[in-house]
Every structure is written in C-alpha cells, then in structure tokens.
C-alpha cells in the first residue's frame, strides 16, 4: 500500500535553543535561507507524500502560517515585480501537497504526539519524520526515498538507522539486530528497541534516526502504551511491543545528519548547506580564516 500521509511532529518546547526560540519555534529557525521545518516538508514531498499533518501547540501557528498564503505580502511583491522573492513565497511546496495541523494538548511525550493524529490516519500506514534532524544526502534520491522503495518492496515497516559511536546511545532509540551489520541503503529486520540505554546495555550501535514508515497498528498499541523513559509515553516502548506480531526493518543511512535542535546541529546544518553554493562557501572560508 502506498504511504500518502506523514506526521510531523511540531510541538516540542525548544528548550535547548533558548533565547532563539523563547518567541519562534524552532521548527522556523533558518538554515541558510529557510526554515528547518521547510527542508523536511520538502524532503516527505519529494518521496510521494501527499498530506502532511503536524501536532502542534499553542504559540507555534506561525509554523501554520508559513505554509500559509500571504496575499498582502505576495501582492506588494507582485506591485513591485519582484519575481524571484515572489516564487520563492508563493510555490514553497507542491500544490498537490495538503497540510492540516492537530493540537497535542499535554507534553506528554513522542508516542502521545504521534497518536493524536491517529483518526486522521483511515487506517492506512503512514509515515513519521522528527523535524529537528535535517538529513543531506550524498546523492540525488534522499534517504528517506530509498527507505520508502524498501516499504513498496516488502510491506514491512522502515526505521531508519544510522552507525554512531556506542558512547552516544543514551541520547537515542537503539535496534537489536542480533548482532547482525546492515549495509548502507540496505536493510536488517529488527529484534528488539530500547530507549537510550546506556553504552553498557546497547545492544547495538545503531541508532533510530527521526524517519519512520509504520503500519497503522502501532496506533492501537500506542493506546496502550504505559509511561517509559523519561516518564513520556514512547514511540519506541510501541514499536518494541508492535514487533511481537509484525516484522519491522531497519534501514541504513549514510547522510550526514545535523540535530538542528541543539546550537552544534544548527551551525553545522547552516554550514552543510551554505557549502553547497560556491559564493557563500567563499565567504564563510574568509571569515574563519
Ligand atoms: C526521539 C526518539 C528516539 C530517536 C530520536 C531521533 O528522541 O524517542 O528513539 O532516536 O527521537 O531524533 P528525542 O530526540 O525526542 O529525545
């Protein structure tokens, strides 16, 4: 079955960009010239998604409003002839892409933003992609693409995946693959999930990335999910539990990938993308040296 849908989870505090984003969220804080949140919902168009549903909060519709119209905005462009800004406004995404945005009411963690959208769904499996990560590919089709021809091959749900040092597994979801390797842009199925366990008790070195493509039970199972790590209801606590009646694959990235929620992510993420045009990465060399 085709994934047309993907959550995107929106509603996140923010907390380790303060002051930047006391009164932005930080879904609109820009790498280069465009809101992080802009790159991702490029990336879900890119690979054939067709609505897009962000659990938001109160204080966060300025994410709304920028894929919003702007008449007021577009017409003074238009009077001036300024072309260029004015597409770069008015065609952001493709038009065949529908968004729509639901309210998570309590902070209560990932599993709990992800049901909210559950009537949303019509049952069908849908796709999750966690905002804060912005993902550059090293060629043309984005990770996320190629996990999506592993789902139209297989049927069996994605969880992408990247290698890290085994020193870092306290700050991610981390796959058992019964001590099996994967290799790039390939597939391993899943044994078990924990959520950030410590080096000592990883039973792996790869760790979940924000990219998932999920069969739509993990909603019934999320409603029975108890309080986890970090006392939030987590996604990966249900995905542990879906895999006791369905296989699940994990797919091997090789992007670079910048957690653009925290300030190191968010330079180098600026940095990754300003490289790529020769003017600006001129610039930048002068400046450090
Ligand atoms: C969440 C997930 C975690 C995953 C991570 C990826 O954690 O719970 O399994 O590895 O996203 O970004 P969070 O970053 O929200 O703490």
């Known amino acids: 079955m085709k994934i047309s849908k993907a959550i995107i989870p929106v509603a996140g505090l923010g907390t380790r960009m303060l002051p930047a ?124 693409f190629k996990m999506m021809n592993h789902w139209d091959n297989t049927n069996q749900g994605q969880i992408m995946v990247q290698k890290i040092n085994k020193k870092f597994t306290k700050s991610y979801g981390i796959v058992d693959l019964n001590n099996k390797k994967i290799k790039i842009n390939e597939t391993q199925e899943i044994k078990k999930l924990v959520e950030k366990p410590n080096p000592v008790d990883s039973p792996s070195n790869y760790r979940v990335v924000g990219r998932y493509i999920l069969p739509y039970e993990i909603m019934e199972i999320l409603e029975r999910t108890n309080f986890g790590k970090d006392n939030e209801i987590q996604l990966t606590d249900a995905l542990d539990n879906l895999l006791k009646n369905t296989k699940l694959s994990a797919f091997l990235t090789d992007d670079d990938i910048f957690d653009c929620g925290e300030i190191k992510g968010f330079i180098g993420a600026n940095v990754a993308v300003a490289s790529k045009d020769k003017d600006l990465k001129k610039y930048m060399e002068n400046i450090i040296n």
């Open 21 to 144: 984003t006391k009164a932005i969220p930080k879904e609109l804080l820009p790498v280069v010239d465009k809101p992080v949140i802009q790159y991702v919902v490029e990336e879900a168009a890119l690979s054939g998604i067709e609505q897009i549903i962000f659990v938001t909060r109160s204080g966060k519709d300025a994410i709304e409003n920028h894929f919003d119209g702007n008449y007021e905005l577009e017409h003074i462009l238009e009077t001036k002839g300024k072309k260029r800004i004015l597409g770069s406004i008015k065609n952001m995404i493709p038009k065949n892409i529908k968004i729509s945005s639901i309210r998570q009411e309590k902070a209560l963690g990932l599993g709990d933003a992800i049901l909210n959208a559950k009537h949303l769904l019509n049952q069908e499996p849908f796709a999750i992609f966690l905002p804060d990560e912005l993902l550059i590919s090293k060629n043309k089709d984005s990770s996320f």
